[in-house]
């Protein structure tokens, strides 16, 4: 061994020997500290994941989505078929209730219903209502004043928006909710903005128009898509996408999300065969935005694209195996947890300077 290296060992010994030979508290707390912080952080960090269910022709599927990796998993112990006990046929639009419960539009069924499923399992629960050939279906104000928010859901065939309560003594009530306007009678998706106004899709009229989110009356037609589908806010509200539901190899359309202006008529390049739906889901390329889950759904379409939510790249099918993905739905947290254990080491180190700065005002 080399002087020099000799003396870095015998230096380094030498300060933790003094540290210990004059018994610093101080020092013992550094050390232990350190050691703890130490381990924890290098210890592996669990995996975390969200929920992710996609209605398609042959039922609902769930799927473990790993923010850590950027993969699905199909869950196993999820089973959400056609028929059975809740006649499901033809699902479309998802919503998870403030019951916690799976909310699935059967718009092929007779008579067209609600239904909802236990989201673990998939078990059938009840159906909710009768609709005539709803389509999509999401939740929003408490318009019956039993303190839990109302569900709304589109009729297909006869261009409006109705609202149900799902809880107390008007539940399974189905009560029109929006009026005037001009859809087209192909009436498709629905969102509440961020100026909780209710946005609806009329593929027939190639039009999104606004709706009051109180009473339900008609405001304006916020945009133009043709044979519109999808409804989509960025999270900041910025953005507004569409899609048009009946060609292929089409682009997304991105709005401005306050005046319904076109910034970009080929958001994510000819890709999307026949968009129902869309949904902002995990940032998949890790750019730091939320990316744009789309299900191909035309005749022989199997599979969920991703385009970047911030550039509109066109990044990847994550899912391959479904036949015609109608809407999809995320469940849970979509952008991960900063790993736990740093964390700790970092409030380790936290305290390690409380621990300095207490020892100096003494």
């Not at 473990?64 to 869950?75: A, E, G, H, I």
């Not at 033809?90 to 799976?102: E, F, H, R, S, T």
Request: glycine letters at 14%; proline letters at 5%.
């Amino acid at each position: 061994m080399s002087r020099s290296n000799g003396q870095a060992v015998s230096t380094t010994k030498g300060i933790a020997g003094q540290l210990f030979k004059h018994r610093s508290r101080y020092a013992k707390e550094i050390i232990a500290t350190l050691a703890v912080s130490w381990f924890i952080c290098c210890q592996p960090v669990a995996a975390a994941t969200v929920d992710m269910y996609v209605s398609h022709t042959n039922g609902v599927s769930k799927y473990f989505y790993d923010l850590n990796t950027d993969t699905v998993t199909l869950d196993g112990g999820f089973s959400l078929g056609l028929g059975g006990a809740s006649g499901l046929q033809g699902p479309q639009g998802l919503a998870v209730g403030p019951d916690n419960l799976l909310y699935v539009v059967s718009q092929d069924s007779s008579p067209e219903k609600i239904v909802r499923f236990d989201r673990t399992t998939g078990a059938y629960v009840s159906t909710v209502a009768n609709v005539p050939v709803p389509n999509d279906l999401v939740f929003g104000p408490d318009q019956s004043g039993d303190g839990v928010p109302d569900l709304y859901v589109t009729e297909f065939s006869n261009a409006r928006a109705v609202r149900i309560p799902t809880q107390g003594p008007g539940a399974g009530g189905v009560n029109v909710f929006t009026t005037g306007g001009s859809l087209g009678g192909s009436t498709m998706a629905l969102t509440f903005g961020p100026d909780g106004n209710l946005y609806i899709s009329g593929r027939g009229a190639n039009v999104i128009q606004r709706f009051d989110g109180t009473t339900g009356a008609f405001i304006d037609t916020f945009a133009t898509q043709a044979s519109a589908s999808p409804v989509l806010f960025s999270p900041d509200g910025t953005r507004f996408y569409s899609g048009n539901a009946l060609a292929n190899s089409q682009p997304l359309s991105q709005f401005d999300g306050s005046t319904g202006g076109l910034l970009d008529g080929n958001f994510g390049g000819n890709v999307i065969d026949s968009a129902q739906q869309a949904a902002f889901g995990p940032d998949y390329n890790n750019n730091g935005s939320l990316d744009i889950y789309v299900g191909n759904g035309s005749l022989g379409s199997t599979n969920v694209r991703v385009i970047d939510g911030l550039t509109g790249e066109d990044l990847i099918n994550i899912i391959n195996d479904l036949g015609r993905p109608r809407d999809i739905l995320f469940v849970g947290n979509i952008v991960p947890e900063p790993a736990s254990g740093l964390l700790f080491a970092m409030g380790g180190l936290g305290t390690l300077v409380g621990i300095r700065r207490g020892r100096m005002r003494r």
